[in-house]
């Protein structure tokens, strides 16, 4: 893939992506008309609740999306590559290699009846005509690099003789194997110890600024992002609402979902005190009503409402999906 | 490893035991054969020699005892019908019956899986409606039935292959068998479709099943998101997380089929075991049938033997030594 001419812009470039799932009951909006921009060696967080899109939003730029999802519209822009103009065969030849992902759940992601080293070979493989030792000799240094003692030995482990912890580490290790330019993550510290999360937290990040790699962190957790993105995105009802430098959007929240998810963090409430929650539970995307999906659960729904809203830019680096954006100070 | 083989073959003893005993009482209700073997114009004295000759005028448990004596020994009695030693008369047509139950095997392998993982990745299609729909008549249409039907249509009407028999041996690796000639093969692939009816049936299930699961496994996106080619997600990632309970299947039919393929055996004129069996039953030859029990009974032993140690290297979690039965 050195035949690619040196990106000017961005590594990724989403611009206007839908994904729709075709079922029985009606189209599921799981990602509707969402776009953002994520460059070498930055860290891109998607926050938002279960079932906001994000995931599917991961699984659209891999071209893994399975009936009866489709993209529908929208271009995905890798390396000013529309990805959707790749055939199957392109796009298998991509991943992996150049955009690779981490998982949810480390218990369920490697596959439990081959050894490490067959996992990580085989990725290697996939993608460079390399002999077994070769192959070998580069997975056992991509495990060391994520912290994983012993390595040696760890290859020719099962996943299950390994902690949850350590298989996340391994499923990372093997999403830098082939330096991709693109790593999508999906919740990959969900599923672990808060003291793991840490771990691997830092262990990510470090390894994108060494590698250039840029990076995308999906998650439900603001506290993860605001430790390691660089920027945040907030996704709802298959949208994304706002978008800012992470900083800019924890400290000034403009939309009133973000302000909600915020303010439900348990470490910004006084001790003792009540946490505030968001009211009511995200809509179902099938064939969702008209006008912005949040107004039901809004604080502070103004008439416009009713008519679903562009993307503004109240202040400059900063973009929200909102009629009525909140500019006072979040109260602490 | 080794513990557990030991332990294996012991509880194997104690099956075979307790099947012996069962045959001898057993038989012992059902009748007398001593009228069917004698022939109708002896008098009482030829009658009572007979009798004495083959020991049925002891008591039932001293029968038992002598059985036991001579098993030990190796010696399973002498066939009442045929006066030869029963062990060897089995013996002799265990090849036959042998490579037609794995020519059985090879074929519901070749045509099961790759049917099944067919209808598991494509449930949707004309052509995995079609497999499912025809896996449910190999479960339900006869045996005997689908195997006249065989012989009609490929070797009465087409004429393509013979219609009964075992066809010419060759050896190789000291092995006799049919299988290593061309020939052979044209005469065994009737009767080993007939017999594999059931388990291509159960095989095309249990593969579709497990791969319609495992498809939506996290580990296979994963692969995917590696790059994986198609065929090594399937073949490597999917095939090896589903193939535990089709093993299992394939090593009880292949023991069911070694020991009672009668009615294949039959309809084809196969020179297998299936038939003596039968012929020992209606003629109540007790020497034969106990052997025969027991040579069954050793037999599943060693299948459930194989198809564990098959679990253990398609599943690493899997530990021989834990499991107690």
Same mark, same amino acid.
């Given at each position: 893939?050195?035949?690619?001419?040196?990106?000017?812009?961005?590594?990724?470039?989403?611009?206007?992506?839908?994904?729709?799932?075709?079922?029985?009951?009606?189209?599921?909006?799981?990602?509707?008309?969402?776009?953002?921009?994520?460059?070498?060696?930055?860290?891109?967080?998607?926050?938002?609740?279960?079932?906001?899109?994000?995931?599917?939003?991961?699984?659209?730029?891999?071209?893994?999306?399975?009936? *009866?999802?489709?993209?529908?519209?929208?271009?995905?822009?890798?390396?000013?590559?529309?990805?959707?103009?790749?055939?199957?065969?392109? #796009?298998?030849?991509?991943?992996?290699?150049?955009?690779?992902?981490?998982?949810?759940?480390?218990?369920?992601?490697?596959?439990?009846?081959?050894?490490?080293?067959?996992?990580?070979?085989?990725?290697?493989?996939?993608?460079?005509?390399?002999?077994?030792?070769?192959?070998?000799?580069?997975?056992?240094?991509?495990?060391?690099?994520?912290?994983?003692?012993?390595?040696?030995?760890?290859?020719?482990?099962? *996943?299950?003789?390994?902690?949850?912890? #350590?298989?996340?580490?391994?499923?990372?290790?093997?999403?830098?194997?082939?330096?991709?330019?693109?790593?999508?993550?999906?919740? *990959?510290?969900?599923?672990?110890?808060?003291?793991?999360?840490?771990?691997? %937290?830092?262990?990510?990040?470090?390894?994108?600024?060494?590698?250039?790699?840029?990076?995308?962190?999906?998650?439900?957790?603001?506290?993860?992002?605001?430790?390691?993105?660089?920027?945040?995105?907030?996704?709802?009802?298959?949208?994304?609402?706002?978008?800012?430098?992470?900083?800019?959007?924890?400290?000034?929240? %403009?939309?009133?979902?973000?302000?909600?998810?915020?303010?439900?963090?348990?470490?910004?409430?006084?001790?003792?005190?009540?946490?505030?929650?968001?009211?009511? #539970?995200?809509?179902?995307?099938?064939?969702?009503?008209?006008?912005?999906?949040?107004?039901?659960?809004?604080?502070?729904?103004?008439?416009?409402?009713?008519?679903?809203?562009?993307?503004?830019?109240?202040?400059?680096?900063?973009?929200?999906?909102?009629?009525?954006?909140?500019?006072?100070?979040?109260?602490? | 490893?080794?513990? @557990?083989?030991?332990?294996? !073959?012991?509880?194997?003893?104690?099956?075979?035991?307790?099947?012996?005993?069962?045959?001898?009482?057993?038989?012992?209700? $059902?009748?007398?054969?001593?009228?069917?073997?004698?022939?109708?114009? &002896?008098?009482?004295?030829?009658?009572? /020699? =007979?009798?004495?000759?083959?020991?049925?005028?002891?008591?039932?448990?001293?029968?038992?005892?002598?059985?036991?004596? +001579?098993? $030990?020994?190796?010696?399973?009695?002498? &066939?009442? $019908?045929?006066?030869?030693?029963?062990?060897?008369?089995?013996?002799?047509?265990?090849?036959?019956?042998?490579?037609?139950?794995?020519?059985?095997?090879?074929?519901?392998?070749?045509?099961?899986?790759?049917?099944?993982?067919?209808?598991?990745?494509?449930?949707? =299609?004309?052509?995995?409606?079609?497999?499912?729909?025809?896996?449910?008549?190999?479960?339900?249409?006869?045996?005997?039935?689908?195997?006249?039907?065989?012989?009609?249509?490929?070797?009465?009407?087409? +004429?393509?292959?013979?219609?009964?028999?075992?066809?010419?041996?060759?050896?190789?690796?000291?092995?006799?068998?049919?299988?290593? =000639?061309?020939?052979?093969?044209?005469?065994?692939?009737?009767?080993?479709?007939?017999?594999?009816?059931?388990?291509?049936?159960?095989?095309?299930?249990?593969?579709?099943?497990?791969?319609?699961?495992?498809?939506?496994?996290?580990?296979?996106? @994963?692969?995917?998101?590696?790059?994986? &080619?198609?065929?090594?997600?399937?073949?490597?990632? !999917?095939?090896?997380?589903?193939?535990?309970?089709?093993?299992? $299947? !394939? +090593?009880?039919? @292949?023991?069911?089929?070694?020991?009672?393929?009668?009615?294949?055996?039959?309809?084809?004129?196969?020179?297998?075991? +299936?038939?003596?069996?039968?012929?020992?039953?209606?003629? !109540?030859?007790?020497?034969?049938?106990? /052997?025969?029990?027991?040579?069954?009974?050793?037999?599943?032993?060693?299948?459930?033997?194989?198809?564990?140690?098959?679990?253990?290297?398609?599943?690493?979690?899997?530990?021989?030594?834990?499991?107690?039965?």
């Amino acid at each position: 893939m050195t035949t690619d001419a040196l990106p000017a812009g961005p590594t990724l470039a989403v611009e206007g992506l839908a994904t729709h799932f075709f079922t029985k009951a009606g189209v599921v909006k799981a990602v509707d008309d969402v776009s953002f921009t994520v460059s070498s060696g930055e860290v891109l967080g998607i926050v938002g609740e279960s079932g906001s899109g994000k995931s599917i939003t991961g699984f659209s730029i891999l071209g893994l999306i399975d009936q *009866p999802g489709r993209i529908v519209s929208g271009a995905i822009r890798f390396k000013g590559r529309d990805l959707r103009g790749l055939s199957e065969n392109e #796009m298998q030849g991509l991943r992996g290699d150049r955009i690779a992902m981490i998982f949810q759940d480390p218990m369920m992601t490697l596959n439990p009846v081959l050894r490490i080293d067959t996992q990580m070979i085989e990725t290697v493989q996939a993608h460079r005509s390399v002999g077994r030792a070769e192959a070998l000799e580069l997975s056992r240094q991509a495990l060391d690099q994520v912290g994983i003692p012993a390595p040696e030995r760890r290859l020719k482990a099962y *996943p299950h003789e390994l902690s949850g912890g #350590m298989r996340q580490r391994v499923a990372i290790a093997i999403a830098f194997l082939n330096k991709p330019d693109l790593i999508i993550a999906d919740e *990959p510290t969900t599923a672990l110890d808060v003291t793991i999360q840490a771990q691997i %937290l830092f262990e990510a990040q470090k390894l994108c600024r060494a590698t250039g790699t840029a990076l995308i962190w999906i998650t439900h957790d603001l506290a993860v992002v605001a430790a390691l993105a660089d920027r945040i995105a907030v996704m709802y009802a298959g949208r994304i609402v706002e978008t800012g430098t992470t900083d800019d959007v924890i400290d000034r929240p %403009l939309h009133p979902y973000t302000r909600g998810l915020i303010g439900s963090v348990p470490s910004h409430a006084g001790r003792g005190g009540r946490l505030t929650q968001i009211p009511g #539970m995200t809509p179902s995307l099938i064939d969702l009503p008209a006008g912005c999906a949040f107004r039901d659960r809004c604080t502070v729904p103004i008439e416009a409402c009713g008519v679903a809203p562009g993307v503004t830019s109240p202040r400059a680096g900063r973009h929200v999906r909102c009629h009525n954006p909140q500019f006072a100070d979040v109260a602490p | 490893m080794t513990a @557990f083989i030991i332990r294996r !073959l012991m509880q194997s003893v104690g099956v075979a035991l307790a099947m012996s005993l069962i045959v001898f009482i057993g038989m012992h209700i $059902v009748g007398d054969p001593i009228y069917i073997l004698v022939d109708p114009q &002896s008098d009482q004295a030829e009658i009572d /020699a =007979t009798i004495r000759r083959l020991g049925l005028d002891r008591p039932l448990w001293e029968q038992y005892l002598l059985f036991l004596k +001579g098993a $030990v020994t190796g010696n399973l009695g002498n &066939s009442f $019908v045929h006066g030869t030693s029963a062990l060897p008369l089995i013996l002799e047509r265990m090849p036959a019956t042998l490579e037609l139950a794995f020519a059985s095997l090879i074929l519901a392998i070749v045509i099961g899986i790759p049917l099944g993982l067919y209808a598991g990745l494509y449930p949707e =299609t004309v052509a995995s409606r079609a497999i499912m729909a025809g896996s449910i008549l190999g479960f339900s249409l006869p045996t005997f039935w689908v195997g006249i039907m065989m012989i009609m249509v490929f070797a009465v009407m087409l +004429g393509w292959l013979p219609s009964t028999g075992r066809g010419p041996t060759a050896t190789y690796l000291g092995m006799t068998s049919s299988l290593f =000639t061309v020939e052979g093969w044209r005469y065994v692939l009737l009767p080993a479709l007939n017999l594999a009816l059931l388990k291509v049936s159960l095989v095309i299930r249990l593969t579709k099943s497990g791969t319609s699961e495992a498809i939506h496994q996290d580990y296979i996106k @994963f692969a995917r998101a590696k790059g994986l &080619s198609r065929s090594r997600i399937v073949g490597v990632h !999917l095939l090896k997380n589903i193939l535990i309970p089709v093993v299992t $299947v !394939l +090593g009880l039919e @292949f023991g069911n089929q070694i020991a009672f393929a009668v009615v294949t055996e039959t309809i084809f004129a196969w020179p297998g075991m +299936g038939r003596l069996l039968i012929s020992s039953i209606q003629s !109540l030859d007790r020497p034969v049938i106990v /052997a025969y029990l027991i040579i069954t009974v050793l037999m599943f032993i060693v299948i459930n033997l194989v198809v564990d140690i098959l679990y253990s290297l398609l599943d690493p979690r899997v530990r021989l030594g834990e499991k107690s039965a």
